[in-house]
């Protein structure tokens, strides 16, 4: 059995309620996982990508899943790459881009219907944005812990293509995010008014870990996560 045979079988315990696919990306493949939006059916489709650091099974990942779908959305998660193929380091962003675009291309073609929201947590959330920024075709995007700069480097912004995103967005930040400084973010997404909606989760850090001290743990965190992303779809507009 070969290598990727061996980690699919052995993973699909780690994915309760969902579905896996193998989907074609250029000469290679990728796993996914399709799970239904819970209960009813879905209003629209999320394509949510996975930090630089994690796949598809990694438990924040799946604990947002959880919520997103309590909200009416049908979620895809799948697995860049390079993570795939057992490889540590991200590949390039045209790449990274490439394996989100063939997910997304397969997930609607098994999922239509409804609106297609695309993003994820940290990295797999800023190569949506930059998909989105390209005109990729989708009606909005939602993003978790997006990564502004390297942690302790707020001087390199990774902001240069927000401007040019025109979807309703909804981004998550902790206030305690060492990726993301807060009054640099609020400055680089002022020009997009109110197509950005930032919701910042007080005493979060990028993993979306509060402090015990905190006096709240991690299922009211998520479950404020739910809530802001329940009312923004509520008001969502989208054409056609």
Do not use: K
Not at 34 to 44: E, L, S
Not at 168 to 190: H, K
């Amino acid at each position: 059995m070969a290598m990727q045979d061996r980690r699919e079988d052995e993973s699909t315990a780690s994915f309760p309620g969902g579905t896996l696919w193998r989907v074609p990306v250029g000469d290679a493949e990728t796993s996914a996982a399709y799970y239904p939006a819970a209960p009813g059916p879905a209003r629209g489709l999320f394509i949510c990508g996975p930090s630089a650091g994690a796949d598809m099974a990694d438990r924040g990942l799946l604990r947002i899943t959880e919520r997103m779908r309590a909200t009416g959305l049908a979620v895809v998660a799948f697995n860049f790459l390079y993570r795939q193929e057992g490889r540590r380091r991200p590949d390039p962003m045209p790449e990274l881009q490439r394996c989100f675009s063939a997910v997304a291309g397969v997930a609607r073609e098994r999922s239509p219907g409804g609106f297609l929201l695309i993003g994820g947590r940290s990295m797999g959330g800023r190569v949506a944005s930059m998909m989105a920024a390209d005109a990729y075709p989708c009606d909005g995007l939602l993003l978790f812990a997006y990564p502004l700069h390297p942690a302790g480097q707020p001087e390199r912004l990774r902001a240069a293509h927000l401007p040019r995103i025109t979807v309703p967005t909804l981004c998550f930040n902790g206030t305690r995010d060492r990726l993301c400084t807060r009054d640099l973010m609020e400055t680089a997404v002022a020009p997009l008014g109110r197509r950005w909606t930032m919701h910042w989760l007080e005493g979060a850090d990028h993993g979306f870990h509060v402090l015990r001290s905190s006096g709240r743990g991690e299922g009211e965190l998520l479950a404020e996560v739910a809530r802001a992303t329940q009312a923004w779809l509520d008001g969502l507009e989208i054409a056609g």
